[in-house]
């Protein structure tokens, strides 16, 4: 329906959902597809870390691996957009902090989605991946607590990152959420640390959040939210 | 963008926008109608109670007045969604109370989205519809104490109502938000109270929320509010 519009960041589910093991794939990666070519998500299960970049799906596995992803691979959670990014300026030598305050010279603004993207050389780069859980699922803090954490130095490759505002907090997570993958697919997955050696740091500004919802999943319709400690489950887990 | 998508129900702005103040009209009217056919929110300045039915807006005023709307007229905060109800049932006799339980039947569910329209003859309907206020805008608890409260008994209109789940309850009012308007223009505004005489019952369900924020607004894009209560506030006022 969204032909394209690169204003509208869509995604598919919220974290809420995943606090409380609601892990059941309910959207094909076809279907994410045909509402951006760039994005972040898990699979079912948690199945490892996901990263789209020109219209391609990559999946870092909790083994280390980046494998490619079919169309009928299913997610529980997902971020996507039509990449439109505006080069802001180069960065060397850049923790999170840094990157994140330079990025404010693309005058985003913290009440607002936007994106992120740095393609360029990291010095350090520390990733996770989550390890497929199978059913019945366990709360997002227990399933998460079986990952692998990765780290490497010197490598190539892209970081992108959504900003979310905290008054979504929940839906999403407020601040950034980062997913890297590595050029030569060595090292990717959902970014804990970095430095950046050299790069160039991209921006993209969305005014409209598409929040898509699982409503024929019937574990979701049936689950009673009001007990879970939301917010401090996904601050801790994300 | 949405061509008709009737999954969808959009929504400009936040409630969190208004809690303080931030009540400058950031999209007109003309816009908004491009999203649908169906839907409520409210003027700059809280300027008044809107209800869109078959694609024409209405605002109910503090004078207790119903007026028509001009495509330049600009609103802080709406939801709008092309109306594809489903008919669930006849009902009688019934409060609030009644109503959310009759809507049941429809199997909505409290984690998503979607809307509950009543057409019909109501035995009593009490709204209210704030005043304007001017700028410098004060904050959403100040400018809402500046309201007219309306009542009547056995008079013939709509309510439409849109159901929003606790996850998003700041950007926009969990549970029900009601607007109502007399077939005859006499009575219109935020429901809130009602006895229905006798009605029809129709839901529509939504899979999408899409979010539409005022990223082009200064006061927007510059305010904290990481300060404001907006929960509670947000609460109180709706």
Same mark, same amino acid.
């Given at each position: 329906?969204?032909?394209?519009?690169?204003?509208?960041?869509?995604?598919?589910?919220?974290? #809420?959902? &995943?606090?409380?093991?609601? /892990?059941? *794939?309910?959207?094909?990666?076809? %279907?994410?597809? $045909?509402?951006?070519?760039? +994005?972040?998500?898990?699979?079912?299960?948690?199945?490892?870390?996901?990263?789209?970049?020109?219209?391609?799906?990559?999946?870092?596995?909790?083994?280390?691996?980046?494998?490619?992803?079919?169309?009928?691979?299913?997610?529980?959670?997902?971020?996507?957009?039509?990449?439109?990014?505006?080069?802001?300026?180069?960065?060397?030598?850049?923790?999170? #902090?840094? &990157?994140?305050?330079?990025? /404010?010279? *693309?005058?985003?603004?913290?009440? %607002?989605?936007? $994106?992120?993207?740095?393609? +360029?050389?990291?010095?350090?780069?520390?990733?996770?991946?989550?390890?497929?859980?199978?059913?019945?699922?366990?709360?997002?803090?227990?399933?998460?607590?079986?990952?692998?954490?990765?780290?490497?130095?010197?490598?190539?490759?892209?970081?992108?990152?959504?900003?979310?505002?905290?008054?979504?907090?929940?839906?999403?997570?407020?601040?950034?959420?980062?997913?890297?993958?590595?050029?030569?697919?060595?090292?990717?997955?959902?970014?804990?640390?970095?430095?950046?050696?050299?790069?160039?740091?991209?921006?993209?500004?969305?005014?409209?959040?598409?929040?898509?919802?699982?409503?024929?999943?019937?574990?979701?319709?049936?689950?009673?939210?009001?007990?879970?400690?939301?917010?401090?489950?996904?601050?801790?887990?994300?």
């Amino acid at each position: 329906m969204n032909m394209k519009n690169t204003n509208i960041l869509y995604q598919h589910g919220t974290l #809420a959902l &995943l606090v409380p093991g609601l /892990l059941t *794939g309910t959207l094909k990666m076809k %279907n994410l597809l $045909s509402h951006g070519d760039t +994005g972040i998500g898990t699979g079912e299960g948690l199945d490892g870390e996901l990263i789209i970049l020109n219209g391609i799906a990559y999946q870092a596995d909790s083994f280390g691996k980046v494998n490619p992803i079919s169309s009928e691979f299913t997610v529980p959670f997902a971020n996507i957009h039509y990449a439109d990014y505006k080069k802001l300026t180069t960065i060397a030598n850049a923790s999170p #902090a840094d &990157l994140a305050k330079a990025a /404010l010279q *693309g005058k985003p603004n913290s009440n %607002n989605f936007f $994106s992120v993207l740095v393609k +360029g050389t990291f010095s350090y780069m520390k990733t996770r991946a989550v390890a497929k859980s199978e059913r019945p699922f366990s709360t997002l803090a227990e399933t998460a607590k079986n990952q692998s954490v990765f780290e490497t130095k010197n490598v190539a490759g892209t970081l992108l990152s959504y900003y979310s505002p905290s008054l979504f907090h929940g839906a999403a997570v407020a601040g950034y959420h980062s997913h890297f993958l590595a050029s030569d697919h060595s090292i990717g997955g959902h970014v804990l640390d970095f430095k950046i050696d050299q790069g160039t740091l991209s921006l993209q500004q969305f005014d409209t959040l598409e929040q898509h919802l699982p409503i024929d999943n019937e574990e979701f319709n049936a689950h009673d939210f009001s007990k879970d400690d939301i917010a401090n489950t996904i601050s801790q887990a994300e």
